[in-house]
């Protein structure tokens, strides 16, 4: 596609459900990051992806968020036992390559909200 | 710890007011600094990367520049259309990540 699609846009669930997150990055970018922003701050780093692995997951803030990217291409965030806190923008972005030369580009995001 | 502060937090201004947004940073071995454009309910936008100090790239009315501490980005005679969100970040040589601020939220009033 034309640029970084991500679905939901929106998503509100109840405290304790488990919720996905799509990710579809640009075609042929091998590079995908997803990102977590609160009102108010800039984006905070979550998982970064090379290809098919995870090759930094440093961010995730415990074992209730996992990311997967089973073929390469398109990614889902899961994240268990939801909690209020977890309400955010959920960005995923993507890079042709992993180098510094590389642009990261965004997508427009999937709010969630948890009640 | 690789660290980016930008200010003002929130900038006011007039249609044709010229002014400069701030961001300095701590990074272990710069990689790349990075601004961003941020409309209400969307994603980043990408603006400009810089890579070393002495550094310029210019897009319509914005300029950014950066040196060893911090990036400026200048805007020249604004319009109500530059309003948004302006987001800094860094890569350093330790990670792939963008470590970002917390933004400068522009107005720009006709």
């Known amino acids: 596609g034309a640029g970084v699609s991500q679905t939901p846009s929106n998503k509100v669930t109840e405290k304790g459900k488990y919720v996905e997150l799509r990710c579809d990055p640009i075609?042929?970018?091998?590079?995908l990051y997803w990102y977590r922003q609160s009102l108010g701050q800039g984006p905070e780093f979550l998982i970064y992806?090379?290809?098919?692995?995870?090759?930094?997951d440093s961010g995730l803030p415990n074992d209730r968020f996992f990311a997967v990217r089973p073929e390469g291409s398109v990614s889902t965030l899961k994240i268990q036992r939801t909690e209020r806190g977890d309400s955010a923008v959920y960005l995923c972005?993507?890079?042709?390559?992993?180098?510094?030369?590389?642009?990261?580009?965004f997508g427009e995001g999937s709010w969630l909200t948890v009640v | 710890e690789d660290q980016v502060t930008q200010s003002p937090e929130a900038l006011r201004l007039q249609e044709g007011e010229s002014s400069s947004l701030n961001c300095s940073y701590t990074?272990?071995?710069?990689?790349?600094l990075f601004w961003y454009r941020q409309d209400p309910g969307k994603g980043p936008e990408f603006l400009f990367t810089?890579?070393?100090a002495g550094e310029e790239k210019e897009k319509e009315r914005l300029k950014a520049t950066l040196t060893k501490k911090e990036s400026f980005l200048h805007i020249t005679a604004p319009k109500p259309e530059d309003s948004a969100t302006y987001l800094c970040?860094?890569?350093?040589?330790?990670?792939?990540?963008?470590?970002f601020g917390s933004g400068t939220r522009l107005l720009v009033r006709p």
């Open positions: 972005a993507s890079s042709l390559g992993q180098g510094p030369g590389n642009t990261i580009y």
């Open positions: 990074v272990s071995g710069l990689r790349g």
């Open positions: 810089l890579y070393s």
């Open positions: 970040a860094v890569r350093g040589d330790s990670s792939y990540k963008l470590i």
């Open positions: 992806f090379q290809g098919t692995g995870a090759a930094d």
């Open positions: 075609s042929g970018h091998t590079a």
